[in-house]
């Protein structure tokens, strides 16, 4: 089993910045992906921005250029800064790994953190 905690949610202003981790139970070597996915009130969960063991990164359209996936294997954490946050951000942030293993894979989920964008 693989246990991720989410900290560093909060309540910011339009424009303002926060800063996201996510510590790992065990060494993120093991973890060929990770990512952060977020989820609003009556809508489904979505992606954020994904990064493998390799350090490709990916992120969704409507975070580009704003936020910043980046993982730390010394410290087995998972970072994310957000900058110039709009209120369509507000969401709970959830940390995700994906473990392959010998015949199928794995999906790990933190209990998320709660994120609001509001003047």
């Known amino acids: 089993q693989v246990q991720l905690v989410e900290s560093g949610g909060g309540l910011v202003q339009p424009g303002g910045s926060l800063r996201l981790s996510c510590a790992a139970s065990r060494d993120i070597f093991s973890i060929n992906v990770m990512g952060w996915y977020r989820q609003a009130p009556g809508k489904q969960r979505e992606v954020v921005a994904t990064i493998t063991k390799e350090s490709s990164t990916n992120y969704a359209d409507s975070v580009k250029g704003r936020f910043t996936i980046s993982r730390d294997n010394a410290k087995n954490t998972l970072d994310l800064q957000m900058n110039s946050l709009k209120p369509e951000d507000t969401a709970v942030y959830y940390c995700?790994?994906?473990?392959?293993?010998?015949?199928?894979?794995?999906?790990?989920w933190g209990r998320g953190t709660q994120v609001t964008v509001s003047s």
């Open positions: 995700y790994g994906f473990v392959i293993g010998p015949i199928r894979g794995n999906a790990y």
